[in-house]
């Protein structure tokens, strides 16, 4: 049975902090029809910590509270969030295979978000390309984002977890 520690609500709260600060600091790059969040590399840590789903969720939440787009972020751009954030989670669980889980596990983040974002930034009214451009661009950032800065984070916390698989750090 999943509790709720104390490690798992910390870890929550770091991840959420994390994800708001990155993305508040970044905001040139963060926001808009071309963007390139680096807190989206977060994205990854549901395939090893159930808790980084809720944690996302808020970071994304909060972090959207500065956007241009206000109520279409807070909306459909944290959905965007918490639903690629559930079915990497998922991904994590089914796929054990340790480059396989990163390959499949960075799909969801990067797809849902430049499917969504696109509508945020229409019905915002600041579309000014045609919606699959627009897509493209999103998923572009997307990409750029989480592989790269993703990857470094997935495979170090697999090393560590390779090295020592008792450490309470992967404790359920």
């Known amino acids: 049975m999943n509790k709720f520690t104390t490690s798992k609500i910390c870890r929550a709260g770091i991840i959420a902090s994390v994800y708001f600060v990155l993305t508040y600091f970044l905001q040139a790059i963060a926001f808009g029809p071309i963007q390139a969040r680096i807190s989206e590399a977060l994205s990854i840590l549901p395939l090893f910590f159930p808790e980084a789903v809720p944690a996302l969720f808020i970071g994304c939440f909060l972090a959207n509270c500065f956007s241009g787009f206000l109520v279409f972020d807070l909306t459909l751009g944290t959905f965007a969030t918490l639903s690629s954030a559930i ?40 579309l000014e390309v045609a919606y699959w451009v627009e897509v493209a661009l999103i998923g572009g950032g997307q990409a750029v984002s989480i592989i790269p800065f993703g990857g470094l984070l997935y495979y170090a916390l697999a090393k560590i977890k390779e090295k020592n698989p008792n450490s309470s750090l992967f404790k359920e």
């Open 87 to 126: 079915f990497t989670y998922f991904i994590g669980k089914w796929i054990k295979n340790k480059h396989l889980r990163f390959i499949v596990g960075v799909i969801p983040p990067i797809v849902i978000n430049a499917l969504l974002v696109p509508l945020v930034i229409y019905l915002g009214g600041g």
